[in-house]
């Protein structure tokens, strides 16, 4: 079935307002309200014709910063000085948050797109990992990197950083550490690295070996 | 140690078996453990040698590949998908480049194309050969280790002479490969190869192992993922074909050049117990080595002339903004990459969906109930990377 069709569906649905359709010639997606999400993949999951019973990938995207005319001059994300010092911004993070849901049906053979939208200080949905089991550890990642809460989920720990980290890497307005449990991680060049060989130390032998 | 988890009180009051009072043991499988394939670390609950819950920890590996991709440009990043999975790393480049060439609608020339799938192809094999041998060696059958890691090298000794890697190759770039066939008889030694695969080793290691009556006692009618938890859990690749799921994104979602040419998706039938048990895994690995064979062998047959990349090296890629997710068919499942470019040479965000990420949850559920020794098989079956779970 082709989105839009599915789109009309879904918009039937859940009442007009709560989602909106955008077209795009790469990939169309719907944009629906924070509220309705779970309601409206239960629905794509169990209605009859659309059966999306598998979800490809669950996307946690910060857009702060984004450049919406597509010239490529969103706000770079922060790394560390030329002397190894985390780098630091005065600039005020105010860009909304997303998560994007990319469904597949393995009987229908159709994909959907779907996509959510809200502000920075207000990044909790609702989970739909009792729609899609798999959602569990897409949902603990995201909120793991890009910290968004998912309300419900039966598990809400990090899942590839250890629990004791602080802030979420993803998120554009994310400062480098400078270091962690006294490890120092600061990037340094290689000249400045303080496990370099002394300068007194004997010369390697730089001849290329034999064959 | 007895359990303190509060989720679990209750189990001991139970009388599981008769006249046996039990307790439950937390019991640590990894991270450093020959038998988990990487630095993955299980955490168990056993009532005696029954597992009453999994707990998978990850993350031991995790380097964020994700916000190193928003500080550099689209083909430097390159690099950072050969490390996901190691074990296969071309098809991880063939899955990044095909998302950017959706964005950007490269043409890609025919010749870099039929490169593309010659060369993932044989990285397929390489990775399903590691599989094989290593889930031999969990079964406790130490030869066809040897004798896999033997075919192996001489993927990794034919990808380098076109490569210039030993194992982490940097082949392709958006727009076609970096290096044409090299000036020697790469073809005919590739060919040659393919063939001795097919007719002397293949069986070999169906005499060795796969019809072998210890290996089909310890893996038929063991941790049996059904279709429906399969697709619930987003399974993918064989572990998802293992169920009898025939789906396959170079067949259902064809890019490059796979429509053009013939093969076979080989899928679990229960041929030694039931579908989707571990020796159906294990068989769908072992056919698809044998599909591969005969697509390297069509896509060499094929081979036109003409250049094998579109445009320059050196030059930086300007993605027009946009947003689209794309999903290959990798060695360990569907590999997606969900690329939101805002105009410029850099991604604004880069996800990366891994096929071994979604494949690993499914244990959390079949592992229950399953012995620590079954445990160990499923694992093995399962064909994880832990590269590209932590990513």
Partial sequence: ?211 | MATNDTRLTGWADQDHVPGLKSELLELNMGPQHPATHGVLRLLLHTDGEIVYKVTPVVGYLHRCAEKIAEGVDYKQWVVYTDRFDYLGPVTNNHAYVTAVEKLTELEVPARAEHLRVVTAELSRIASHLIALATFGLDMGAWTPLLYCFREREVILNLLERIAGGRMLYNYMVPGGVRYDLPQDNWVSDVLEFVTMLENKKLPDYNTLLTYNKIFIERTSDVAIIDRETAIDYGCTGPVLRGSGVQFDCRRNDPYSIYPQLDFEIPVGKGEMGTVGDCWDRYIVRVREIEQSCRIIRQALEQLPEGPVHAIELKKPVRVPAGAAYSRTEAAKGELGHYIISDGGTKPFRNKVRSCSFCNLQVIEKVGVGQMVSDLVAFVGSLDIVLGEIDR
Avoid at chain 1, 20 to 49: H, K, P, Q
């Fill in chain 1, 1 to 211: 079935m082709e989105p839009k069709a599915i789109f009309d569906l879904l918009t039937a649905h859940l009442g007009e307002g709560a989602a909106e359709y955008r077209e795009n010639d790469i990939e169309s997606w719907a944009c629906v309200s924070v509220a309705r999400i779970a309601d409206a993949c239960r629905f794509l999951r169990d209605t009859e014709g659309l059966e999306f019973g598998q979800l490809m990938c669950l996307s946690g995207i910060d857009w702060d910063g984004y450049d919406e005319n597509g010239k490529g001059k969103s706000v770079a994300i922060l790394g560390y000085e030329a002397d190894g010092t985390p780098e630091t911004s005065d600039r005020v993070a105010d860009g909304e948050l997303g998560v994007a849901y990319h469904l597949y049906s393995h009987t229908c053979d159709h994909k959907f797109t779907l996509r959510l939208r809200f502000p920075r200080d207000k990044a909790t949905v609702p989970t739909v990992s009792d729609i899609w089991s798999t959602a569990r550890w897409h949902e603990r990642e995201a909120w793991d990197l890009m910290g968004i809460r998912f309300e419900g989920h039966p598990d809400p720990r990090r899942i590839l950083l250890s629990e004791d980290w602080v802030g979420h890497p993803l998120r554009k307005d994310y400062q480098m550490p400078d270091q962690w449990l006294n490890v120092p991680l600061r990037g340094q060049p290689y000249a400045n690295n303080p496990f370099a060989p002394a300068d007194d130390a004997p010369a390697g032998d730089d001849t290329p070996a034999e064959g």
